[in-house]
């Protein structure tokens, strides 16, 4: 039998490591972190870009930096029990035989434990 000593220790042992991992991120919402859905809808933004960009006829070079201070971020907005919306801005220049262009795009993105879907953002459309 434990005794109450043993016993407010055992619960204060739990809470301890509960709210320690709670602010890693680890245990919200399904086990998807800020930084995982940050870093995932990151990624995803820089794949839309990449295509867009690779898949544009006019375009003879581009990148996905930018020289004119146009940082790549994310920031969650909002949590559900459905998942998290992220929205992120991703750099990128290109140029054209008309047009040197160096500018970014702004996307909203849904992310649960297994999807991620764009659910609104700028158009990438060079030509």
């Known amino acids: 039998m434990y005794s109450r000593r043993k016993a407010f220790q055992?619960?204060?042992a739990t809470v301890t490591l509960g709210g320690f991992f709670g602010c890693l991120g680890v245990f919200q919402d399904g086990g998807?972190?800020?930084k995982d859905v940050k870093e995932r809808a990151l990624s995803a933004e820089?794949?839309?870009v990449t295509t867009q960009l690779k898949?544009?006829?006019c375009v003879n070079d581009w990148g996905l930096n930018s020289y004119i201070g146009f940082e790549k971020e994310a920031q969650v907005t909002n949590r559900s029990t459905d998942g998290v919306d992220v929205?992120?801005?991703q750099?990128?220049?290109y140029s054209t035989?008309?047009?040197d262009a160096d500018t970014g795009s702004?996307?909203?993105y849904f992310v649960t434990v297994e999807d991620i879907q764009r659910t609104s953002g700028d158009k990438v459309s060079p030509c």
């Open 10 to 12: 055992l619960v204060g």
């Open 32 to 34: 998807v972190s800020d």
């Open 46 to 48: 820089e794949r839309y």
């Open 55 to 57: 898949n544009a006829s």
């Open 87 to 89: 929205e992120v801005s």
């Open 91 to 93: 750099p990128y220049w």
């Open 97 to 99: 035989d008309e047009d």
């Open 106 to 108: 702004k996307a909203t």
